[in-house]
């Protein structure tokens, strides 16, 4: 029997939101512009995973990086246009979880 052929642009976009930590940096932004520290804090994410995150999303243009000269310097992140697009996939994920998912429980 014949498998189907899995659409590489499927493939790539379920391998990006897939990633440890990305949804929930992604998720966070959604609400707005946020600093490094803000996002580190309220997902529990190590500094360095966290800037290696950012810096892929920045690359993959999920996001922006937004340098405010004050001292200290100021950076922010928020969302492009690509990476406000995938909410209706994330409000998605949160609802079928809210359904499906128990916290206290691994079953599938």
């Known amino acids: 029997m014949n498998q189907p052929t899995i659409c590489p642009k499927f493939e790539k976009a379920v391998s990006i939101i897939s990633q440890r930590w990305t949804a929930l940096v992604i998720y966070q932004l959604l609400s707005g512009p946020k600093r490094f520290s803000e996002i ?6 190590s500094g360095k995973v966290l ?4 810096k892929e999303l920045e690359q993959m243009e ?11 310097v ?7 246009e690509k990476g ?6 994330l409000t998605s994920i ?4 809210q359904q499906w998912i128990s916290v206290d429980s691994t079953e599938s």
């Not at 580190?40 to 994410?45: A, D, K, V």
């Not at 800037?51 to 950012?54: F, P, T, Y």
């Not at 999920?62 to 340098?67: L, Q, S, T």
């Open 40 to 45: 580190q804090s309220s997902i529990g994410i």
């Open 51 to 54: 800037s290696d995150r950012l």
């Open 62 to 72: 999920i996001i922006n990086r937004k340098v405010i000269p004050a001292t200290p």
């Open 74 to 80: 100021i950076i922010e992140y928020s969302l492009t």
């Open 84 to 89: 406000r697009s995938m909410e209706p996939i």
């Open 94 to 97: 949160e609802k079928w979880s």
